[in-house]
């Protein structure tokens, strides 16, 4: 059971810090992206203004000096292209790679050709004599390096999630494992207390029980009121006797050590609780069937499992009116052994179909314990199931009826 809590508190744990992790490398990432986009626009917006200086119209031509300083600017990812006022390209520099599609268009533009993905900037040619729109002038470059280094970027940020993740689910382990441990402990004295309380139940009530049994069974003398009271007690001590018993199971059966697990036959089981129950099912007019496959064997406690379907049967027989029908069914499915109890009785609404299991949950609480029982009898039932690694499952509906189905592991 704390194996399971620690797991999911683990599993959480993880989510949560690499939700939070994922959540600072994408912020970091949009951060760097947008600000190393910026610096290489800057850098292209001061090469487009340097090479827009140095063009000039010469009768009715652009002329583009030769000992133009961007010559020196250009790194080899970088191009200049020259336009005349049509958008027609008169000039270029550079890097060849970079024949971008004309027209050209005012402004900041990234582009993809082939793999590549070039951004470039475009800026208007002004004549510096008399101030004349005489072009445009491009700066472009390769986002081959950008990327790369945005590559390097998300390798960093990943690994170092992964690192982090790895590093924090051991010692997460740790974590939760001394968390766990008081609660582990507090629960292990809960289990105790209840098992030593309900053994030292069992011998006042032993001595109760017989000394109630001695006097009813010399009622000479005794008054008719008084016998009606020792058999209250009796009744009553029974009643308590059963649940101690109940009590000191649930405390003492978390698992069956695995020397005391045999082959049992549970075909047989069930056979004998059916006529076992047969003369109780016929006193309350109710028909009680059932469907045995033959050799169902599983590796178990025979008195434990009797145990399960003694609960299971004496429930459906007990929650069906007359007249009603009550079904056993087991089967061999691949790797499981299933046993269905079947009845046509009250019923268990759905909202109470998952307290069933709770320990003292009973659906009609204001029932006498002489009319029921304590509501141990599936919390015990279920608590063998999985001590066999099997489960139970319940389907329900009121009025209706009622199933119950007992999955077990075959050997
Ligand atoms: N076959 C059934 N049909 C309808 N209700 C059921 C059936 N089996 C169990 N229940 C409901 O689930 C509750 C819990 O069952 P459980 O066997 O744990 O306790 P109980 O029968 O009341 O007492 P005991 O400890 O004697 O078994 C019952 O009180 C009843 O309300
Ligand atoms: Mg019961």
């Known amino acids: 059971m704390f194996e399971k809590i620690r797991r999911r508190l683990l599993l959480s744990y993880l989510i949560v810090l690499s939700l939070i992790l994922g959540g600072f490398a994408i912020a970091v990432r949009i951060v760097f992206t947008h600000s190393l986009l910026e610096q290489q626009t800057e850098k292209l917006s001061a090469l487009a203004q340097v090479a827009a200086a140095n063009a000039e119209l010469d009768n009715g031509q652009i002329k583009i000096e030769n000992d133009l300083p961007q010559d020196k600017l250009l790194e080899k990812h970088q191009g200049l292209h020259w336009f005349n006022t049509k958008g027609n390209l008169i000039g270029k520099q550079g890097n060849d790679v970079f024949d971008l599609p004309i027209p050209v268009a005012e402004g900041e533009q990234i582009n993809t050709i082939g793999k590549n993905r070039i951004q470039s900037v475009t800026l208007p040619i002004i004549s510096s004599d008399d101030k004349q729109f005489i072009g445009y002038v491009r700066a472009s470059q390769s986002l081959e390096e950008f990327d790369e280094t945005l590559n390097k970027l998300d390798l960093g940020l990943s690994g170092g999630i992964i690192v982090a993740l790895v590093i924090s689910g051991v010692g997460g382990v740790w974590l939760t494992r001394q968390a766990i441990q008081p609660i582990e402990e507090s629960f292990e004295r809960l289990k105790q207390f209840t098992a030593d309380a309900s053994h030292e139940l069992r011998s006042p009530l032993m001595a109760i029980q017989s000394n109630a049994a001695v006097a009813l069974k010399y009622p000479e003398g005794m008054r008719e009121a008084d016998a009606e009271k020792f058999q209250a007690i009796s009744s009553a001590t029974n009643q308590m006797t059963r649940l101690t018993e109940d009590l000191l199971f649930l405390a003492r059966h978390d698992n069956i050590p695995n020397q005391s697990k045999e082959t049992v036959n549970l075909s047989s089981i069930l056979s004998n609780l059916v006529q076992l ?87 009609d609480k204001s029932r006498s314990y002489n009319s ?40």
Do not use: M
């Not at 064997?297 to 007359?322: E, K, M, V, W």
């Not at 056993?328 to 499915?333: C, E, G, H, K, Y």
């Not at 307290?355 to 949950?361: A, G, L, P, Q, T």
């Not at 279920?382 to 009121?398: C, D, W």
């Open 277 to 363: 129950y047969q003369p109780q099912a016929v006193a309350k007019q109710i028909s009680f069937k059932s469907q045995l496959s033959q050799k169902l064997y599983l590796l178990g406690d025979a008195n434990q499992l009797t145990r399960l379907f003694t609960n299971l049967i004496q429930n459906a027989i007990h929650y069906t009116p007359s007249e009603g029908t009550v079904k056993i069914i087991a089967n061999l499915s691949t790797s499981h052994i299933v046993v269905n109890v079947q009845d046509t009785g009250v019923g268990i609404a759905p909202e109470d179909l998952e307290k069933i299991f709770d320990r003292f949950w009973r659906a």
């Open 372 to 411: 029921g029982g304590s509501g141990l009898g599936l919390a015990i039932a279920q608590a063998i199931a999985q001590n066999h690694g099997g489960l139970i499952t319940v389907t329900s509906q009121l009025g209706v009826g009622s199933c119950f189905t007992v999955r077990l592991p075959t050997v």
